[in-house]
Protein backbone atom coordinates (compact mmCIF):
# COMPACT_ATOMS: atom_id res chain seq x y z
CA UNK A 1 0.00 0.00 0.00
CA UNK A 2 1.15 3.57 -0.95
CA UNK A 3 2.37 5.62 2.44
CA UNK A 4 -0.13 8.20 3.02
CA UNK A 5 0.81 12.00 3.25
CA UNK A 6 -0.74 14.74 4.14
CA UNK A 7 -1.98 16.56 0.96
CA UNK A 8 -0.74 20.17 0.28
CA UNK A 9 -3.31 21.70 0.33
CA UNK A 10 -4.42 20.51 3.44
CA UNK A 11 -1.18 20.88 4.98
CA UNK A 12 -1.71 25.21 4.77
CA UNK A 13 -5.12 24.71 5.72
CA UNK A 14 -3.59 23.30 9.41
CA UNK A 15 -0.96 26.50 8.52
CA UNK A 16 -4.10 28.73 8.24
CA UNK A 17 -6.01 27.50 11.32
CA UNK A 18 -2.59 27.96 13.00
CA UNK A 19 -2.61 31.43 11.84
CA UNK A 20 -6.21 32.25 12.92
CA UNK A 21 -5.79 30.47 16.60
CA UNK A 22 -2.42 32.59 16.85
CA UNK A 23 -4.17 35.95 16.24
CA UNK A 24 -7.46 35.46 18.52
CA UNK A 25 -8.07 35.89 22.07
CA UNK A 26 -12.06 34.69 23.01
CA UNK A 27 -11.99 31.15 22.16
CA UNK A 28 -14.41 28.75 22.18
CA UNK A 29 -14.64 25.07 21.75
CA UNK A 30 -17.49 22.53 20.45
CA UNK A 31 -16.58 19.33 20.56
CA UNK A 32 -18.88 15.83 20.45
CA UNK A 33 -19.47 13.57 23.45
CA UNK A 34 -17.78 10.30 22.74
CA UNK A 35 -14.31 9.10 22.71
CA UNK A 36 -13.24 11.04 19.77
CA UNK A 37 -14.74 13.95 20.62
CA UNK A 38 -13.59 14.15 24.12
CA UNK A 39 -9.89 13.39 22.99
CA UNK A 40 -10.44 15.69 20.33
CA UNK A 41 -11.40 18.43 22.90
CA UNK A 42 -8.41 17.81 25.09
CA UNK A 43 -6.07 18.19 22.10
CA UNK A 44 -7.17 21.44 22.02
CA UNK A 45 -8.00 22.31 24.92
CA UNK A 46 -4.36 21.68 25.87
CA UNK A 47 -2.59 23.72 22.56
CA UNK A 48 -4.36 26.59 24.02
CA UNK A 49 -3.78 26.16 27.74
CA UNK A 50 0.15 25.58 25.92
CA UNK A 51 -0.50 29.36 24.08
CA UNK A 52 -2.12 31.17 26.86
CA UNK A 53 -5.06 31.12 25.78
CA UNK A 54 -8.47 31.65 27.72
CA UNK A 55 -10.88 29.36 26.21
CA UNK A 56 -14.25 27.83 27.44
CA UNK A 57 -14.74 23.81 25.87
CA UNK A 58 -18.43 22.51 25.82
CA UNK A 59 -19.20 19.16 24.39
CA UNK A 60 -22.43 18.58 22.56
CA UNK A 61 -24.59 16.42 21.00
CA UNK A 62 -25.48 16.94 17.21
CA UNK A 63 -28.62 18.27 17.49
CA UNK A 64 -27.69 21.46 19.35
CA UNK A 65 -25.72 22.92 16.63
CA UNK A 66 -27.94 23.91 13.86
CA UNK A 67 -29.11 26.55 16.25
CA UNK A 68 -26.25 27.64 18.12
CA UNK A 69 -25.34 31.51 18.77
CA UNK A 70 -21.80 32.08 18.20
CA UNK A 71 -20.57 34.56 20.92
CA UNK A 72 -16.81 34.55 20.70
CA UNK A 73 -14.21 36.20 18.07
CA UNK A 74 -13.19 32.38 17.54
CA UNK A 75 -14.96 29.20 17.74
CA UNK A 76 -13.40 25.83 16.98
CA UNK A 77 -16.00 23.07 15.95
CA UNK A 78 -14.05 19.43 16.63
CA UNK A 79 -15.72 16.12 15.50
CA UNK A 80 -18.60 17.16 14.58
CA UNK A 81 -19.61 20.82 12.66
CA UNK A 82 -19.54 19.45 8.73
CA UNK A 83 -22.64 18.26 8.98
CA UNK A 84 -24.68 21.02 10.37
CA UNK A 85 -25.68 24.55 9.94
CA UNK A 86 -22.87 25.78 12.23
CA UNK A 87 -22.23 29.43 10.76
CA UNK A 88 -26.43 30.31 10.76
CA UNK A 89 -26.17 33.03 13.04
CA UNK A 90 -22.08 34.05 12.24
CA UNK A 91 -21.63 37.57 12.53
CA UNK A 92 -19.17 39.63 10.47
CA UNK A 93 -15.62 39.74 11.32
CA UNK A 94 -16.04 36.27 13.74
CA UNK A 95 -13.87 33.12 12.85
CA UNK A 96 -15.02 29.91 12.74
CA UNK A 97 -12.57 26.58 11.83
CA UNK A 98 -13.92 23.21 11.88
CA UNK A 99 -11.70 19.95 12.13
CA UNK A 100 -14.38 17.10 11.14
CA UNK A 101 -14.17 13.93 9.45
CA UNK A 102 -17.73 12.98 8.88
CA UNK A 103 -19.53 13.57 5.59
CA UNK A 104 -19.19 17.22 4.93
CA UNK A 105 -22.99 19.59 3.37
CA UNK A 106 -20.60 22.74 2.27
CA UNK A 107 -17.28 22.59 0.04
CA UNK A 108 -13.84 23.54 -0.05
CA UNK A 109 -14.81 26.82 -1.78
CA UNK A 110 -17.42 27.60 0.88
CA UNK A 111 -15.35 30.24 2.64
CA UNK A 112 -14.88 32.68 -0.43
CA UNK A 113 -17.85 34.68 0.06
CA UNK A 114 -18.64 35.20 3.32
CA UNK A 115 -17.78 38.46 5.73
CA UNK A 116 -16.53 35.87 8.38
CA UNK A 117 -14.02 33.79 8.14
CA UNK A 118 -14.23 30.19 7.99
CA UNK A 119 -11.69 27.07 7.58
CA UNK A 120 -13.09 23.64 7.47
CA UNK A 121 -10.48 21.09 7.49
CA UNK A 122 -12.12 17.44 6.29
CA UNK A 123 -10.20 14.70 5.29
CA UNK A 124 -13.16 13.79 2.55
CA UNK A 125 -12.65 17.39 0.82
CA UNK A 126 -9.33 15.89 0.53
CA UNK A 127 -10.46 12.45 -1.29
CA UNK A 128 -8.86 10.79 2.33
CA UNK A 129 -12.00 8.39 3.92
CA UNK A 130 -13.10 9.43 7.05
CA UNK A 131 -13.76 6.51 8.40
CA UNK A 132 -10.28 4.16 8.20
CA UNK A 133 -8.05 6.75 7.33
CA UNK A 134 -8.36 9.69 9.82
CA UNK A 135 -10.68 11.02 12.49
CA UNK A 136 -11.75 13.96 14.70
CA UNK A 137 -8.81 13.07 17.37
CA UNK A 138 -6.69 12.94 14.41
CA UNK A 139 -6.95 16.15 12.81
CA UNK A 140 -6.53 18.19 16.08
CA UNK A 141 -3.76 16.28 16.71
CA UNK A 142 -2.04 17.71 13.33
CA UNK A 143 -2.94 21.01 14.01
CA UNK A 144 -1.05 20.67 17.44
CA UNK A 145 1.51 19.32 15.20
CA UNK A 146 1.85 22.70 13.42
CA UNK A 147 3.05 23.60 17.65
CA UNK A 148 5.24 20.80 17.44
CA UNK A 149 3.64 19.40 20.32
CA UNK A 150 3.93 15.63 19.51
CA UNK A 151 3.73 14.57 22.39
CA UNK A 152 0.02 14.67 21.96
CA UNK A 153 0.27 12.31 19.25
CA UNK A 154 -0.89 9.02 22.17
CA UNK A 155 -4.42 10.98 22.68
CA UNK A 156 -4.57 10.96 18.61
CA UNK A 157 -4.09 7.26 18.72
CA UNK A 158 -6.66 7.09 21.31
CA UNK A 159 -9.42 8.45 19.23
CA UNK A 160 -9.15 6.69 16.16
CA UNK A 161 -9.54 3.65 18.73
CA UNK A 162 -12.59 4.89 20.30
CA UNK A 163 -14.05 5.88 16.49
CA UNK A 164 -13.00 1.90 15.36
CA UNK A 165 -11.04 3.33 12.62
CA UNK A 166 -9.02 0.18 12.41
CA UNK A 167 -12.21 -2.29 12.50
CA UNK A 168 -11.97 -3.44 8.94
CA UNK A 169 -8.56 -4.36 8.91
CA UNK A 170 -7.72 -4.53 12.33
CA UNK A 171 -4.79 -2.54 11.75
CA UNK A 172 -4.31 1.39 11.25
CA UNK A 173 -4.34 3.02 7.93
CA UNK A 174 -3.50 5.99 5.84
CA UNK A 175 -2.77 9.15 8.19
CA UNK A 176 -3.00 7.13 11.06
CA UNK A 177 -0.28 5.49 10.63
CA UNK A 178 1.68 8.61 10.81
CA UNK A 179 -0.36 9.74 14.26
CA UNK A 180 0.82 5.85 15.47
CA UNK A 181 4.26 6.79 14.10
CA UNK A 182 4.80 9.46 16.18
CA UNK A 183 3.18 8.17 19.43
CA UNK A 184 5.70 5.14 19.32
CA UNK A 185 8.62 7.24 18.54
CA UNK A 186 7.93 9.67 21.24
CA UNK A 187 7.69 7.26 24.11
CA UNK A 188 4.08 7.32 24.54
CA UNK A 189 2.58 4.01 22.65
CA UNK A 190 3.73 0.00 22.15
CA UNK A 191 1.57 -1.81 19.72
CA UNK A 192 1.56 -5.08 19.42
CA UNK A 193 0.96 -6.34 16.11
CA UNK A 194 -1.57 -9.39 14.91
CA UNK A 195 -2.37 -9.78 18.91
CA UNK A 196 -5.72 -11.72 20.16
CA UNK A 197 -8.23 -9.51 20.03
CA UNK A 198 -10.24 -9.59 23.29
CA UNK A 199 -11.12 -7.37 25.44
CA UNK A 200 -9.67 -7.03 28.85
CA UNK A 201 -6.69 -8.30 28.03
CA UNK A 202 -4.62 -6.96 31.16
CA UNK A 203 -7.60 -6.39 33.60
CA UNK A 204 -9.49 -9.87 33.03
CA UNK A 205 -8.90 -13.33 33.42
CA UNK A 206 -8.39 -15.03 30.57
CA UNK A 207 -11.55 -17.41 30.61
CA UNK A 208 -13.49 -14.17 31.87
CA UNK A 209 -12.40 -12.14 28.90
CA UNK A 210 -13.47 -15.44 26.73
CA UNK A 211 -16.88 -15.39 27.65
CA UNK A 212 -17.32 -11.71 26.24
CA UNK A 213 -16.79 -13.39 23.14
CA UNK A 214 -19.84 -12.27 21.57
CA UNK A 215 -19.06 -11.23 17.90
CA UNK A 216 -20.48 -14.58 16.75
CA UNK A 217 -22.22 -16.89 19.37
CA UNK A 218 -19.68 -19.91 20.37
CA UNK A 219 -19.83 -22.31 23.14
CA UNK A 220 -17.87 -19.95 25.10
CA UNK A 221 -20.12 -16.70 24.54
CA UNK A 222 -21.38 -15.90 27.84
CA UNK A 223 -20.86 -18.99 29.56
CA UNK A 224 -17.56 -19.23 32.06
CA UNK A 225 -17.39 -22.64 32.82
CA UNK A 226 -17.20 -23.34 28.94
CA UNK A 227 -14.34 -20.78 28.68
CA UNK A 228 -12.29 -22.35 31.40
CA UNK A 229 -13.47 -25.71 30.06
CA UNK A 230 -11.95 -24.88 26.46
CA UNK A 231 -8.29 -23.51 28.12
CA UNK A 232 -8.15 -26.65 30.08
CA UNK A 233 -8.55 -28.86 26.83
CA UNK A 234 -5.78 -26.70 24.97
CA UNK A 235 -3.91 -26.89 28.07
CA UNK A 236 -4.01 -23.31 29.25
CA UNK A 237 -3.50 -23.94 32.53
CA UNK A 238 -6.39 -21.68 34.00
CA UNK A 239 -7.99 -23.08 37.59
CA UNK A 240 -4.05 -22.62 39.35
CA UNK A 241 -3.04 -19.16 38.15
CA UNK A 242 -5.72 -17.42 36.53
CA UNK A 243 -3.70 -15.41 34.17
CA UNK A 244 -4.58 -12.60 31.67
CA UNK A 245 -4.20 -13.00 28.19
CA UNK A 246 -1.18 -10.14 28.06
CA UNK A 247 0.54 -12.84 30.70
CA UNK A 248 -0.22 -15.89 27.86
CA UNK A 249 3.40 -17.15 26.07
CA UNK A 250 3.62 -16.45 22.13
CA UNK A 251 3.27 -20.49 21.83
CA UNK A 252 0.37 -20.64 23.93
CA UNK A 253 -1.63 -17.80 22.37
CA UNK A 254 -0.83 -20.02 19.31
CA UNK A 255 -2.68 -22.75 21.02
CA UNK A 256 -5.92 -20.31 21.96
CA UNK A 257 -6.05 -18.71 18.18
CA UNK A 258 -6.03 -22.79 16.62
CA UNK A 259 -9.00 -23.51 19.37
CA UNK A 260 -11.05 -20.15 18.39
CA UNK A 261 -10.58 -20.88 14.41
CA UNK A 262 -11.93 -24.23 14.56
CA UNK A 263 -14.54 -22.99 16.83
CA UNK A 264 -16.06 -20.32 14.32
CA UNK A 265 -15.18 -22.43 11.59
CA UNK A 266 -18.35 -24.80 12.99
CA UNK A 267 -20.56 -22.26 13.18
CA UNK A 268 -19.80 -20.40 9.81
CA UNK A 269 -21.35 -20.51 6.42
CA UNK A 270 -19.07 -21.43 3.67
CA UNK A 271 -18.93 -17.44 2.83
CA UNK A 272 -17.80 -15.70 5.84
CA UNK A 273 -14.81 -18.42 6.74
CA UNK A 274 -12.31 -16.34 4.93
CA UNK A 275 -12.93 -13.75 7.56
CA UNK A 276 -12.32 -15.47 10.69
CA UNK A 277 -8.53 -14.40 10.63
CA UNK A 278 -9.66 -10.91 10.99
CA UNK A 279 -12.51 -11.84 13.35
CA UNK A 280 -9.34 -13.19 16.11
CA UNK A 281 -6.61 -11.29 15.29
CA UNK A 282 -5.59 -7.49 15.13
CA UNK A 283 -3.40 -5.03 16.47
CA UNK A 284 -3.50 -4.04 20.48
CA UNK A 285 -2.37 -0.75 21.94
CA UNK A 286 -0.24 -0.42 25.08
CA UNK A 287 0.47 2.99 26.82
CA UNK A 288 3.67 3.18 28.07
CA UNK A 289 3.24 6.45 30.27
CA UNK A 290 0.63 4.50 32.16
CA UNK A 291 0.88 2.51 35.25
CA UNK A 292 1.25 -0.23 34.65
CA UNK A 293 -1.50 -3.36 35.02
CA UNK A 294 -3.74 -0.46 34.86
CA UNK A 295 -6.74 -0.06 32.97
CA UNK A 296 -5.45 3.08 31.48
CA UNK A 297 -2.78 0.84 29.76
CA UNK A 298 -4.96 -0.36 27.63
CA UNK A 299 -5.88 1.15 24.09
CA UNK A 300 -9.29 -0.21 24.18
CA UNK A 301 -10.15 0.16 27.94
CA UNK A 302 -8.90 3.40 27.73
CA UNK A 303 -10.97 4.58 24.74
CA UNK A 304 -14.37 2.38 26.75
CA UNK A 305 -13.82 4.67 29.57
CA UNK A 306 -14.34 7.92 27.82
CA UNK A 307 -17.09 6.99 26.15
CA UNK A 308 -18.54 5.91 29.76
CA UNK A 309 -18.48 9.57 30.41
CA UNK A 310 -19.65 10.74 27.50
CA UNK A 311 -22.44 8.54 27.89
CA UNK A 312 -22.61 10.33 31.88
CA UNK A 313 -22.15 13.32 31.27
CA UNK A 314 -18.89 13.59 32.98
CA UNK A 315 -16.93 14.29 30.06
CA UNK A 316 -14.98 17.07 32.09
CA UNK A 317 -13.93 14.29 34.20
CA UNK A 318 -12.29 12.44 31.03
CA UNK A 319 -10.71 15.84 29.67
CA UNK A 320 -8.62 16.30 33.15
CA UNK A 321 -7.15 12.92 33.18
CA UNK A 322 -6.91 13.32 29.27
CA UNK A 323 -4.95 16.50 29.89
CA UNK A 324 -2.47 15.06 32.77
CA UNK A 325 -4.37 14.03 35.87
CA UNK A 326 -3.82 10.89 37.14
CA UNK A 327 -4.83 11.58 41.02
CA UNK A 328 -8.41 12.63 41.90
CA UNK A 329 -8.95 12.79 37.64
CA UNK A 330 -8.52 8.67 37.68
CA UNK A 331 -10.38 8.02 40.79
CA UNK A 332 -13.40 10.23 39.35
CA UNK A 333 -12.69 7.90 36.11
CA UNK A 334 -12.87 4.75 37.81
CA UNK A 335 -16.22 5.51 39.70
CA UNK A 336 -17.84 6.49 36.78
CA UNK A 337 -16.88 3.71 34.76
CA UNK A 338 -18.49 1.67 37.65
CA UNK A 339 -21.30 3.00 38.26
CA UNK A 340 -21.52 2.61 34.23
CA UNK A 341 -21.32 -0.85 34.07
CA UNK A 342 -23.33 -1.17 36.80
CA UNK A 343 -26.30 1.01 34.95
CA UNK A 344 -25.59 -1.40 31.78
CA UNK A 345 -25.84 -4.76 34.09
CA UNK A 346 -28.90 -3.84 35.39
CA UNK A 347 -30.41 -2.49 31.89
CA UNK A 348 -29.53 -5.56 30.18
CA UNK A 349 -30.86 -7.58 33.13
CA UNK A 350 -34.66 -6.45 32.79
CA UNK A 351 -34.47 -6.99 29.07
CA UNK A 352 -33.71 -10.83 29.41
CA UNK A 353 -36.03 -11.10 32.22
CA UNK A 354 -39.32 -9.19 30.84
CA UNK A 355 -41.73 -11.05 28.82
CA UNK A 356 -42.74 -7.91 27.34
CA UNK A 357 -39.34 -7.16 25.66
CA UNK A 358 -38.81 -9.85 23.90
CA UNK A 359 -36.56 -10.33 20.70
CA UNK A 360 -38.48 -10.13 17.79
CA UNK A 361 -36.94 -12.46 14.94
CA UNK A 362 -38.02 -10.84 11.06
CA UNK A 363 -36.54 -12.35 7.77
CA UNK A 364 -33.76 -10.33 7.75
CA UNK A 365 -33.35 -8.38 11.40
CA UNK A 366 -34.07 -8.42 15.20
CA UNK A 367 -35.17 -6.30 17.20
CA UNK A 368 -36.40 -5.30 20.37
CA UNK A 369 -38.44 -2.57 22.38
CA UNK A 370 -35.38 -0.68 25.22
CA UNK A 371 -38.83 0.13 27.25
CA UNK A 372 -37.42 3.50 29.41
CA UNK A 373 -33.41 2.51 28.75
CA UNK A 374 -31.69 5.68 28.78
CA UNK A 375 -30.91 7.27 25.38
CA UNK A 376 -27.09 7.39 25.86
CA UNK A 377 -26.59 3.72 26.75
CA UNK A 378 -29.03 2.08 24.45
CA UNK A 379 -26.29 1.25 21.47
CA UNK A 380 -24.14 -0.21 24.38
CA UNK A 381 -26.93 -2.59 25.25
CA UNK A 382 -27.96 -3.21 21.63
CA UNK A 383 -24.29 -4.44 21.05
CA UNK A 384 -24.83 -6.54 24.73
CA UNK A 385 -27.52 -8.13 23.83
CA UNK A 386 -25.93 -9.02 20.26
CA UNK A 387 -24.12 -12.40 22.54
CA UNK A 388 -27.63 -13.61 23.40
CA UNK A 389 -29.33 -13.30 19.64
CA UNK A 390 -28.73 -14.44 16.13
CA UNK A 391 -25.35 -13.36 15.21
CA UNK A 392 -26.24 -13.57 11.26
CA UNK A 393 -28.64 -10.52 11.46
CA UNK A 394 -28.42 -6.83 12.56
CA UNK A 395 -30.12 -6.59 16.03
CA UNK A 396 -31.95 -2.80 16.84
CA UNK A 397 -33.28 -1.68 19.70
CA UNK A 398 -35.59 1.16 20.45
CA UNK A 399 -35.74 3.54 23.35
CA UNK A 400 -38.12 7.31 23.79
CA UNK A 401 -36.76 10.21 24.04
CA UNK A 402 -38.72 13.80 24.03
CA UNK A 403 -36.85 14.51 20.37
CA UNK A 404 -38.65 10.54 19.06
CA UNK A 405 -37.38 7.52 18.86
CA UNK A 406 -33.73 6.46 19.17
CA UNK A 407 -33.03 3.55 17.03
CA UNK A 408 -29.45 1.97 17.85
CA UNK A 409 -28.30 -0.86 15.25
CA UNK A 410 -25.28 -3.35 16.09
CA UNK A 411 -24.39 -6.02 14.35
CA UNK A 412 -21.66 -8.92 13.38
CA UNK A 413 -18.09 -7.60 12.20
CA UNK A 414 -18.97 -10.73 9.37
CA UNK A 415 -21.56 -7.97 8.02
CA UNK A 416 -19.18 -5.54 7.47
CA UNK A 417 -16.54 -7.41 6.19
CA UNK A 418 -19.12 -8.75 3.41
CA UNK A 419 -19.40 -5.09 2.54
CA UNK A 420 -22.81 -4.16 4.42
CA UNK A 421 -22.68 -0.46 5.31
CA UNK A 422 -25.51 -0.23 8.50
CA UNK A 423 -24.55 3.54 8.65
CA UNK A 424 -25.22 4.29 5.37
CA UNK A 425 -28.55 1.95 5.21
CA UNK A 426 -29.67 3.79 8.72
CA UNK A 427 -29.54 7.04 7.21
CA UNK A 428 -31.79 6.02 4.29
CA UNK A 429 -34.74 4.35 5.72
CA UNK A 430 -34.57 6.86 8.95
CA UNK A 431 -34.85 9.80 5.79
CA UNK A 432 -37.68 7.95 4.48
CA UNK A 433 -39.50 7.87 7.36
CA UNK A 434 -39.09 11.54 8.00
CA UNK A 435 -35.79 11.34 10.83
CA UNK A 436 -31.86 11.47 10.93
CA UNK A 437 -29.71 8.52 10.88
CA UNK A 438 -25.84 7.45 10.50
CA UNK A 439 -22.98 6.06 11.86
CA UNK A 440 -20.79 3.11 11.29
CA UNK A 441 -20.67 -0.15 9.38
CA UNK A 442 -21.73 -2.05 11.88
CA UNK A 443 -22.96 0.49 14.95
CA UNK A 444 -24.89 3.09 13.72
CA UNK A 445 -28.17 4.97 15.00
CA UNK A 446 -30.99 6.74 14.02
CA UNK A 447 -34.10 9.39 15.53
CA UNK A 448 -37.44 9.00 14.02
CA UNK A 449 -40.92 10.26 14.64
CA UNK A 450 -42.12 8.22 17.61
CA UNK A 451 -45.14 6.79 15.34
CA UNK A 452 -42.95 5.74 12.92
CA UNK A 453 -41.76 2.53 14.31
CA UNK A 454 -43.67 -0.09 12.34
CA UNK A 455 -42.68 1.46 8.61
CA UNK A 456 -38.99 1.86 9.81
CA UNK A 457 -38.47 -1.93 10.40
CA UNK A 458 -40.55 -2.84 7.52
CA UNK A 459 -38.42 -0.76 5.41
CA UNK A 460 -35.43 -2.22 6.83
CA UNK A 461 -36.13 -5.43 6.41
CA UNK A 462 -36.87 -4.77 2.81
CA UNK A 463 -33.81 -3.17 2.56
CA UNK A 464 -31.73 -6.13 3.19
CA UNK A 465 -33.34 -8.78 0.93
CA UNK A 466 -30.16 -10.64 -0.93
CA UNK A 467 -27.69 -9.24 1.58
CA UNK A 468 -28.41 -11.74 4.99
CA UNK A 469 -26.77 -15.24 5.10
CA UNK A 470 -29.88 -16.92 6.77
MN1 LIG B 1 -15.45 10.92 15.30
Redesign the pocket.
Known amino acids: MIKMEIPQLMREQFKQAKEIIDKSKNIKVYS ?1 I ?1 C ?2 IC ?1 GAILSTLLDRQNKKHDIEFVNLDVLDDLPLDHELTIFS ?1 LGSGQAIDKYAKKGQKIIVL ?3 PPLRNLDYKNDKDYTYLEINPMHHGIDGSYDV ?3 GLCYFLAKEYEYKDLSWIGVL ?1 AIG ?1 MQNMQTGHFEGLNKIIQKDAINEGYLELHESDINLYGRSTRPLFVALSYFSDIKLPITNNRNESMAVLEEIGIDEKNNRRTLSQLTHEEKGRLYEKLVEMLSKELPGKYVQYIPRLIIGDSYTFLKEEKGTFLQDGSEFSTAMNACGRNQKEEIALKVLKGNRIDGLDELKSVSKSHKYNLATSMQKIVDDENNKIVELENLQYFNGGDIKSEIIGTITGMILGYCNWKKPIIGFTSTENGLKVSLRCSKLLSYDGIHFGNIIREVAQEVGGVGGGHAMACGAYIPHDKKDEFIEKFNKKLIGKIAN
Request: charged share 35%.
Open positions: HDDGSDDHHCGGSD
